[in-house]
């Protein structure tokens, strides 16, 4: 796994919550939306109601949300410690701006750093390589999503 990748879980994971809590919110939406329709035949020999599957898949689907919320926070302090730990600050400043979403989700693109940090771009784009190739050497071996 290449540094780019590694620092990318937190999109990764971040994205797959975001998913998550969209389809909890469309199964939120069809158990109270609905209403009971009593126009329609009840078949007695159904063996399960959509309502309780639907019920079901919501509180699983809670249970999958919280834990990817852990181990989002997790990796979250996890990648600042060690990128915190390279030596050059600029390279602290960089990875940090790129790879980990502020409160709102949220990176920086290389364009938005160069006018935060006042480089040109060129010249960011040139220290981001650099700052991979030195967290790289730091980079955990086996620690993915």
């Not at 009971?36 to 007695?44: A, E, G, H, N």
């Not at 990875?95 to 940090?117: F, H, M, N, S």
């Not at 040109?120 to 700052?131: K, P, S, T």
């Amino acid at each position: 796994m290449t540094a780019r990748e590694y620092l990318m879980q937190l999109r990764t994971i971040d994205l797959r919550i975001k998913k998550m809590r969209e389809e909890a919110a469309a199964l939120r939406e069809m158990l109270t939306g609905g209403g009971i329709s009593y126009d329609k035949d009840q078949v007695l020999s159904s063996p399960t109601n959509a309502q309780e599957i639907r019920l079901i898949r919501l509180l699983d689907l809670e249970k999958q949300i919280s834990l990817e919320i852990d181990a989002y926070s997790s990796k979250r302090a996890s990648i600042i410690q060690q990128i915190s730990q390279l030596d050059d600050i600029r390279f602290v400043t960089l990875l940090t701006y790129r790879y980990v979403p502020d409160e709102k989700g949220r990176v920086k693109t290389l364009v938005q750093i160069a006018r935060i940090t006042g480089y040109n771009y060129d010249h960011v784009r040139h220290l981001h390589g650099r700052a991979l190739q030195a967290f790289q050497k730091n980079m955990p071996q086996k620690d993915t999503v």
